[in-house]
Structure formats: C-alpha cells, structure tokens
C-alpha cells in the first residue's frame, strides 16, 4: 500500500477512516465529501442543488476525523482534494470531473439512474 498517510493519523485510524467512507458512500444516492470553505465543493452542491438532486454531504472540516477520511478517501479513490463525489455508490471523482459529466450530458442520467432526483420534479 501506499503511504499517503498523515503523520498525525496511524494506521489503525486510517483503516476506520477508509471503512466509514466506504460505507458512508453508498448510504445516500449521491454522497458529497466537502469542506465548508471550499469554492469548488460550493460549486458541485449548487450544480446538484439546480438539478433537483437529493444528496448527503461530509463535511471534513467540521468532522472529528475529517482528516483521516481525507486520507482515506486518497488511498482508496486516488484524489486527495475535496470535493470527491460519489453517486450510487460509484466514485465520479471531483469537480472538474463532475462539471465534465454534467457539460456531456453524463451526469443527469447518473442521478436518475441512482434515483437522487425525484421522478415529479422536472
């Protein structure tokens, strides 16, 4: 493995960390890890927000051990910045990515298909 590890989280913490991410990722339709500051997480919420989609949103700084599932999700999904969206349960990846899905025409159909938008909403 390797060590993208912070020296204040062990690795037990991070093994706890990675396991509540895992989960936590799959316990909404479309799961949003963020910081509260960040612009660019502002801009993926808005997007959902505009889209009519439900989501469930982590916000890492305001977490206990926010920097340990910062981690984490590094090890496990190879981004390390926030955001790092998942939608039914798949990792899309951040906001470049999510605004790319978005322009294509990708990402409507992903938050259908993952049932986040709400089918008397359109």
């Not at 612009?39 to 959902?48: D, M, T």
Request: charged content about 20%.
């Amino acid at each position: 493995m390797g060590s993208i590890l912070s020296s204040s989280s062990s690795k037990e913490e991070i093994q706890l960390a990675l396991d509540k991410a895992k989960e936590t990722s799959t316990s909404a339709p479309v799961v949003v890890f963020s910081k509260t500051y960040c612009g660019y997480c502002k801009r993926v919420k808005q997007l959902l927000t505009q889209l009519g989609s439900s989501f469930k949103v982590i916000e890492l700084n305001e977490e206990s051990d926010g920097s340990a599932i910062q981690s984490a999700l590094a090890q496990w999904t190879g981004l390390s910045t926030v955001p790092n969206v998942f939608i039914g349960g798949k990792h899309i990846g951040g906001c470049d990515s999510t605004l790319e899905k978005y322009q294509k025409g990708e990402l409507l159909p992903l938050l259908n298909d993952a049932g986040a938008i709400a089918k008397n909403s359109a």
